[in-house]
């Protein structure tokens, strides 16, 4: 395994670089539509406060089906039978800024991914694990933790996750790392907490035949796309597991059907 204090961050830096002046940020794009000769993408470039549109022969579209199923235009049948299939799990996610390195406690070492058994939490990484200093020093732990519905969970998580004020996860986490680091909340710093709403899609038998992102492309050497006229999607969802590499093998294989 290969992980960098920034995360998924570092890896999303590399690929932008090489674009260079090309890539544009700063912009929600709210419509994709399929016209005569080609494909526009209406966009809201927030520096302008302005509509912006992009005409383009063919488009990738690398959006959670959820949001792709409202921005395309006349969304196509697979588009809508796959945002009606896939299932998003919430996510509520913890980053906890320490001055200085935990107590080396007796054990077996600290790992990348860390669980805490019989908690509700899906653990924690610690953003210093790889790293090649061998100086103690404070760290980032980015603790993780879904929401229902669960034996821990009832109800709407989605719901929860809005309603419930920040202290009280910041609690959850505080008490959850107690128990394997009784110094930690005495060297936190800080504590930033983020809500995903649709954080992952959630896995389960036969998704991929129901959504049909297998069967969609028009040869052999397309296999794995799923095209719709002039549009390629291309995201995690079509694989219905929300991973880096299912994300960039899906955006490879979109990038490869208009080669």
């Known amino acids: 395994m290969l992980?960098?204090?920034e995360g998924n961050g570092w890896l999303t830096k590399q690929l932008?670089?090489?674009?260079?002046?090309?890539?544009?940020?700063?912009?929600?794009?709210?419509?994709?539509?399929?016209?005569?000769g080609g494909v526009e993408?209406?966009?809201?470039?927030?520096?302008?406060?302005?509509?912006?549109?992009?005409q383009a022969a063919h488009c990738i579209v690398a959006l959670p089906v959820f949001v792709a199923a409202r921005v395309v235009e006349n969304a196509p049948a697979v588009?809508?039978?796959?945002?009606?299939?896939?299932?998003?799990?919430?996510?509520?996610?913890a980053n906890v800024h320490l001055r200085g390195p935990l107590v080396d406690r007796p054990g077996a070492a600290p790992s990348?991914?860390?669980?805490?058994?019989?908690?509700?939490?899906?653990g924690y990484v610690d953003a210093r694990h790889q790293t090649l200093d061998p100086t103690p020093r404070g760290t980032v732990l980015s603790w993780y933790r879904p929401l229902g519905p669960s034996r821990y969970d009832e109800g709407d998580?989605?719901?929860?996750?809005?309603?419930?004020?920040?202290?009280?996860?910041?609690?959850?986490?505080?008490?959850?790392?107690?128990?394997?680091?009784?110094?930690l909340p005495a060297l936190a710093t800080r504590i930033e907490i983020t809500r995903y709403g649709h954080a992952m899609a959630i896995p389960r038998p036969g998704l991929l035949a129901?959504?049909?992102s297998q069967r969609t492309a028009p040869d052999d050497a397309h296999r794995g796309s799923v095209i719709a006229g002039r549009l390629s999607f291309a995201h995690a969802d079509w694989s219905g597991y929300s991973i880096f590499e299912e994300a960039f093998t899906r955006g490879h294989v979109a990038g490869a059907s208009l080669a």
């Not at 998580?157 to 107690?178: C, Q, V």
Request: glycine share 8%; aromatic share 8%.
């Open 41 to 54: 993408v209406d966009a809201w470039d927030a520096a302008s406060q302005s509509l912006v549109r992009w």
């Open 157 to 183: 998580g989605r719901r929860l996750l809005l309603e419930r004020p920040w202290t009280g996860w910041r609690d959850d986490l505080l008490a959850e790392l107690s128990v394997p680091h009784p110094d």
């Open 112 to 122: 990348w991914d860390n669980v805490v058994y019989g908690t509700r939490g899906l």
């Open 79 to 93: 588009l809508a039978h796959a945002a009606a299939h896939v299932r998003h799990a919430p996510w509520l996610v």
């Open 16 to 36: 932008a670089a090489p674009l260079g002046e090309r890539l544009r940020t700063g912009q929600v794009v709210v419509r994709i539509a399929e016209v005569r």
């Open 3 to 5: 992980t960098w204090p």
């Open 210 to 212: 129901q959504i049909g």
